[in-house]
């Protein structure tokens, strides 16, 4: 059975730092695409960043309202991702969510949810003014 956590959000002020992660248990971590999406209330969900499985030589990509603050990461090892978020921002506040796919590549499709089987459960982040 695939078990997907995420841990590590918070209460931050503006200007500093969290670094979320994320297990994936009960499937081949490093043949999956990951991402990480975020939801804050009363809005969509909206895809932050994706890295590509390791078996591939796939891009990784941001959203443009992350791009240069959060960075991505994946130690296939610990079957954990990471999500290193620098520079938070109070517009940064929502539920961050960990996804899976079986896929290699991200694609340029990666921001949709529908294209993720896996989820966790989401960790809270707040960014006070």
Do not use: H
């Amino acid at each position: 059975q695939v078990q997907v956590v995420e841990s590590g959000g918070g209460l931050v002020q503006a200007g500093g730092s969290l670094r979320l992660s994320c297990t994936a248990d009960g499937l081949s971590f490093d043949d999956y695409t990951m991402a990480w999406f975020r939801q804050a209330p009363g809005k969509e969900r909206e895809g932050i960043s994706c890295i590509p499985s390791s078996a591939s030589n796939g891009r990784t990509y941001y959203a443009d309202s992350v791009k240069g603050r959060f960075t991505v990461s994946r130690d296939n090892a610990k079957n954990t991702l990471y999500l290193q978020m620098n520079s938070l921002k109070p517009e940064d506040t929502a539920m961050y969510y960990c996804a899976a796919k079986s896929s290699y590549y991200c694609y340029v499709t990666w921001s949709r949810p529908s294209q993720f089987g896996y989820w966790g459960q989401g960790t809270q982040v707040t960014v006070s003014s």
